[in-house]
């Protein structure tokens, strides 16, 4: 096949490369199966690591004898709590970095408790997977078990099962005697909340109840570890993040970071939900007792069981607006599962709810209780979610209940740039009018419907973030130049990389080579989430490609004997202001570069501050059948605000992407548990994510406002797609049928109730 | 554990090779064969990521017991490039952006394959009921369904007229 780029009908005024759609310089791996990813790494003498996870959801460990698995034929090494170091607290960070060391440790294998069903407290590895299960079976674990609480209200109440002894509420005054299992209390205090509910000539108020969801990358955890004679480990494995794999394996096993070099291996999605770490320390540790790689996959059942969902949550919140539909007031509470530790993606809820409004009286309470299942992980735009199906379902019935058009009430309190958001920040330039008005002006927001149809609208609102990001440069002999960077490639990131460095050095982009580097070969980089590769790691990209093109000019003024100031580079090509010299290429001054000065190289680092916010706004269409409660998306629309959509087909990608994680959210998807706290549904025929047949297309405009934080304008595109769906079905739901759904899934079980309720 | 002996036609090349009797078709396509273009994403049949053609049927490799496939023509992802290139739906997948993470890539490009075997011109209906025992999580299908009929039209194009 040839594969051919297209950079003319939709590159960008003033760009070549950007804004056009080549084939991805990983494609062609990925369609021949010749991409590796986690599990597809097999070592000589490799052992196949197995994990034993707690059948209780909280108990405490009164002994584990591992002495029978340990004689066993085939059985190489056998690790428990007692194999890792205790680690106490220190974490730092927020949203998807955060983490605690003493919480994380604990996590990866128990100590003194067990605090879910599926919690690992010990690990073999032996010669094959059969004998390591026959270990894992050897092994025996006495428990004395203790009453489990899942539901954050029964979390909350005085004779709630407690978790941590040494949990104390932060962010509460007076700090309280006991522990509890509230781990902290956020909250946003804007405004005179009484004043604004004073003002309002409409007031709703609804509680809202979400279920836990899974990221549902249909990769598992993956990891081949091989500790040398020397000490040292290397980690190969599929994660968002290799730096912060080898930071994480290294605490965790008492070891300096440079102990560990993580190899990446292709990355079979991840959500969010591959930003810490699970088995990879453990089968270092592993490794090191039997003196032999050992490689551990997760089955999709300890996937479920033992990483991260995100959060299910309680929220109760209530607004007011004036008859003109301007928004006076919003309070609130909201309640999220942090798992078995801390750290739920609460306060982020409470920051992006009504994040897209101007609305200057806000009195919002966010409370991170810590239940019997796994501790959660970032799950795209990790909060908001759950709480703007809250929000979005409520101005929906303020929209309703005005008689305004429900977009229209949005353009009506947008925020724009200078208004300060209700989570702080004044904003800069920002696009979420432009987002609305885009549905309002496509033909789905005019689409006739037919009976039992119903059309919703909701917007969704998502920070992006910044961080630390590293990139080299080289200047192949040929000319051509290979793009190493830190950021694993989870959606088309590296055709993004080579795009910007094609734009930058002047270059064809299939001349570029971009390349997702080692732990050693490339500076630290934070983990591919928070939307910020493109971002982020594409400015450390631009910053090396214009260090190389400094480099370049400086060459070509060398051969020519010239000051520097008097060489430009246009289009690929050194050429010298007076045009009276022939031009010379990346090739040409590659192929010179021994006598211009070595090799061309360069790299450079960011740590990028600038990332711009993101919105959503979208469009739904469902059938309601009335005799079973099932609801069916007839059509689907969402449009975003990517800043500058650098390969807009991946843009477009994960647009879709959110929404059909969005929509699965809204209708399937939830994690059951029966009385003992077991999972019931830890497989994906009853955990029901969104297949093919499932869907309709789904339209996508791209929004461009540039963010002024970034050379080409770039915003980060990756999460906030999942934000609007579950209110724009639930609105649309009630446009069909009269309904209010303040529960999610809304499963047809669900709906026909609600139908039921109604007397339908 | 004695191992049974297989003899089967994987990707037109005769193969054999040595497995355990409950080891299943997808283990040892990955570990004994070396096809780790077969991918296992939950080894219960619910995912597709392990799809494969099995004596010209779509199977989830994860279902069948590798001795079954004694005597059997088995095509993997593997198999789909030749010697002139691509197979058109591996072309459209990479144009039309069809994949993002890749892992349920092959998986869906082999039930493409299974598809348009049988079926040379399907509707997009025909597309999303063929590939739904396929689950991809990161592109929300839009690509991956437009790919598979770009696929179709272009090698409907390129078949001589009947």
């Not at chain 1, 309601?624 to 099932?630: K, L, N, Q, R, Y």
Request: negative net charge; proline residues 6%.
């Amino acid at each position: 096949m040839t594969v051919t780029a297209t950079p003319t009908t939709d590159s960008q005024p003033g760009y070549k490369w950007v804004g056009t759609r080549p084939v991805r310089h990983d494609g062609l791996d990925k369609v021949t199966g010749r991409a590796r990813y986690g599990a597809d790494l097999n070592l000589p003498g490799m052992l196949i690591g197995a994990v034993l996870r707690s059948p209780h959801a909280h108990a405490r460990i009164l002994s584990i004898d591992t002495s029978a698995a340990q004689a066993m034929e085939g059985v190489k090494a056998v690790v428990t709590g007692a194999d890792f170091p205790m680690l106490e607290s220190g974490g730092e960070g927020s949203g998807e970095e955060y983490y605690d060391p003493r919480d994380l440790c604990r996590n990866v294998m128990a100590r003194d408790k067990v605090l879910y069903e599926g919690h690992a407290l010990a690990a073999v590895a032996a010669t094959s997977r059969r004998e390591a299960l026959a270990a894992l079976a050897a092994i025996e674990v006495d428990y004395d078990v203790l009453p489990h609480v899942l539901d954050v209200s029964e979390a909350m109440a005085p004779d709630a099962p407690i978790l941590h002894d040494d949990l104390i509420t932060e962010g509460v005054d007076p700090i309280p005697d006991e522990p509890s299992n509230v781990a902290s209390r956020y909250v946003i205090d804007r405004g005179d909340i009484e004043k604004g509910f004073a003002e309002a000539d409409v007031i709703v108020e609804r509680e809202f109840v979400t279920q836990p969801v899974h990221q549902g990358y249909i990769e598992p955890h993956a990891v081949v570890a091989d500790v040398g004679e020397d000490g040292k480990a290397t980690v190969f494995c599929s994660s968002q993040g290799h730096f912060m794999v080898r930071s994480h394996t290294a605490e965790l096993l008492g070891w300096e970071p440079s102990r560990v070099k993580v190899i990446p291996a292709e990355i079979g999605g991840g959500f969010g939900g591959k930003t810490t770490v699970y088995v990879e320390p453990v089968a270092a540790r592993l490794s090191q007792k039997a003196g032999r790689p050992v490689k551990i996959v997760m089955t999709r059942d300890e996937v479920f069981r033992a990483t991260g969902p995100t959060s299910g949550s309680k929220i109760r919140l209530k607004v007011g607006a004036t008859r003109d539909g301007r928004l006076t007031a919003v309070e609130g509470s909201m309640a999220y599962q942090a798992g078995a530790f801390k750290g739920s993606p609460v306060s982020l809820g409470c920051m992006c709810a009504f994040a897209p409004y101007a609305i200057e009286n806000v009195l919002l309470e966010g409370l991170d209780v810590v239940v019997n299942m796994p501790k959660v992980a970032a799950y795209r735009a990790p909060g908001a979610p759950m709480a703007s199906f809250a929000s979005e379902t409520l101005l929906d019935e303020v929209a309703e209940q005005l008689g305004i058009d429900p977009l229209e009430l949005r353009l009506r309190n947008a925020a724009e740039e200078g208004v300060r958001s209700v989570y702080g920040p004044v904003y800069k330039r920002i696009g979420f009018k432009e987002t609305v008005e885009a549905v309002r002006d496509h033909p789905q927001y005019s689409t006739e419907l037919g009976p039992n149809q119903g059309r919703g609208v909701a917007s969704g609102f998502w920070f992006n973030f910044g961080g630390s990001s590293s990139a080299t440069v080289h200047i192949n002999e040929d000319g051509s130049a290979s793009v190493l960077t830190g950021s694993p490639d989870i959606g088309g990131s590296r055709a993004s990389m080579a795009l910007m460095a094609a734009e930058e050095l002047g270059i064809d982009v299939y001349d570029i080579t971009p390349i997702v580097s080692d732990t050693e070969s490339v500076g630290y980089t934070e983990v591919t989430g928070g939307s910020r590769v493109t971002h982020a790691t594409g400015m450390a990209v631009i910053d090396a490609c214009r260090k190389v093109v400094t480099d370049l000019r400086a060459r070509a003024a060398k051969v020519w004997d010239v000051d520097v100031e008097e060489v430009e580079w246009v289009d690929g090509r050194a050429q010298h202001v007076s045009g009276d010299r022939a031009p010379m290429t990346t090739r040409d001054l590659a192929a010179g570069a021994a006598g211009t000065g070595g090799p061309i190289t360069a790299s450079a680092a960011v740590n990028a501050r600038g990332a711009g916010v993101a919105f959503s706004t979208q469009v739904c269409d469902v059938e309601v059948d009335p005799e079973t409660g099932a609801v069916t998306i007839l059509r689907y629309m969402t449009a975003q605000d990517a800043g500058r959509a650098i390969h807009p087909s991946y843009v477009e990608g994960q647009m879709q992407g959110g929404v059909a994680q969005g929509i699965g959210w809204a209708l399937n998807e939830e994690y059951i548990f029966d009385t003992g706290g077991t999972m019931e549904n830890p497989g994906f025929l009853d955990y029901r994510m969104p297949v093919a047949s499932d869907l309709p297309m789904i339209d996508t405009v791209i929004v461009e406002v540039p963010n002024p934080g970034h050379p080409y304008g770039v915003r980060g595109v990756g999460e906030v797609g999942i934000v609007p769906p579950m209110a724009a079905v639930a609105n649309a739901i009630h446009d069909a049928t009269g309904l209010r759904m303040s529960e999610l899934p809304m499963s047809p079980v669900k709906v026909l109730e609600a139908i039921g309720a109604n007397g339908g | 554990m004695s191992r049974t002996h297989v003899t089967c036609t994987i990707n037109g090349d005769p193969a054999e090779f040595l497995c355990e009797e409950d080891q299943t078709l997808l283990d040892t396509l990955r570990d004994v064969v070396g096809l780790m273009g077969v991918k296992e994403g939950c080894a219960t049949g619910d995912c597709g990521a392990c799809s494969v053609i099995l004596n010209g049927r779509l199977n989830c490799s994860c279902l069948v017991f590798a001795p079954e496939a004694e005597g059997a023509t088995i095509e993997t992802v593997e198999g789909m490039a030749g010697p002139d290139g691509l197979h058109p739906l591996q072309e459209t997948f990479l144009e039309g952006a069809a994949l993002q993470c890749g892992i349920c890539t092959p998986g869906f490009l082999v039930a493409g394959k299974a598809l348009l075997d049988r079926n040379p011109d399907p509707t997009e209906e025909e597309v999303r009921y063929a590939v739904a025992g396929n689950l991809c999580r990161c592109t929300g299908y839009d690509k991956i369904v437009r790919s598979i009929l770009d696929a179709a039209d272009r090698m409907g194009e390129a078949a001589p007229a009947s």
